[in-house]
T-cell receptor, first 114, second 115 residues
Framework: AQTVTQSQPEMSVQEAETVTLSCTYDTSESNYYLFWYKQPPSRQMILVIRQEAYKQQNATENRFSVNFQKAAKSFSLKISDSQLGDTAMYFCAFFNFGNEKLTFGTGTRLTIIP | DTAVSQTPKYLVTQMGNDKSIKCEQNLGHDTMYWYKQDSKKFLKIMFSYNNKELIINETVPNRFSPKSPDKAHLNLHINSLELGDSAVYFC??????????????FGEGSRLTVL
């Protein structure tokens, strides 16, 4: 069974700074996807970014980018030029094509300080 | 037009009652899920259905019974509600097979409070 670990329960940074959220996972699978989801106070789950395990190139979406280290089973999220609207819970998630299950980490509560 | 919609958004009920939460997706996806988010925000999968077939059934009490009348709908019925059932329940859908990416599209969640 796969596990996803987020070791930072809470983080806070000043507006406009850069912040990196950590995520590690454990799996014996070779084909999988990794995701970062954002959950603002409205509680809606919003996809931030997706990474295919077979791709070596790190995914980027505007101010959001990942550092995917497959051998180390690490998948960190970098948020550049942070904005007040980035305040939310951030969940790392692992999708296993074998059992078609998306497993979430415990989340990191990120606060952007004005 | 909401992609994944679930009703009701809020539900307050007494211990021992039976309640249902409905979910519908208009994305044409083949797989639907129920997740439970507890007070510590931990998201745990409960069930998944692929084209009306039960795929994932985690260790959930049998008071919880999912029903999928067609691939666009997945309802959750809970019997004999207990205090510990208080949580936010999320419905989600995904295109898993074929060209699927495993990305889940979530409904807005249903907050269940058991008194």
């Amino acid at each position: 069974a796969q596990t996803v670990t987020q070791s930072q329960p809470e983080m806070s940074v000043q507006e406009a700074e850069t912040v990196t959220l950590s995520c590690t996972y454990d799996t014996s699978e070779s084909n999988y996807y990794l995701f970062w989801y954002k959950q603002p106070p409205s509680r809606q789950m919003i996809l931030v970014i997706r990474q295919e395990a077979y791709k070596q190139q790190n995914a980027t979406e505007n101010r959001f980018s990942v550092n995917f280290q497959k051998a180390a089973k690490s998948f960190s999220l970098k948020i550049s030029d942070s904005q007040l609207g980035d305040t939310a819970m951030y969940f790392c998630a692992f999708f296993n094509f074998g059992n078609e299950k998306l497993t979430f980490g415990t989340g990191t509560r990120l606060t952007i300080i004005p | 037009d909401t992609a994944v919609s679930q009703t009701p958004k809020y539900l307050v009920t007494q211990m021992g009652n039976d309640k249902s939460i409905k979910c519908e997706q208009n994305l044409g996806h083949d797989t639907m899920y129920w997740y439970k988010q507890d007070s510590k925000k931990f998201l745990k999968i409960m069930f998944s259905y692929n084209n009306k077939e039960l795929i994932i059934n985690e260790t959930v009490p049998n008071r919880f019974s999912p029903k999928s009348p067609d691939k666009a709908h997945l309802n959750l019925h809970i019997n004999s509600l207990e205090l510990g059932d208080s949580a936010v329940y999320f419905c989600a859908s995904s295109q898993v097979r074929g060209s699927g990416t495993g990305e889940l599209f979530f409904g807005e969640g249903s907050r269940l409070t058991v008194l």
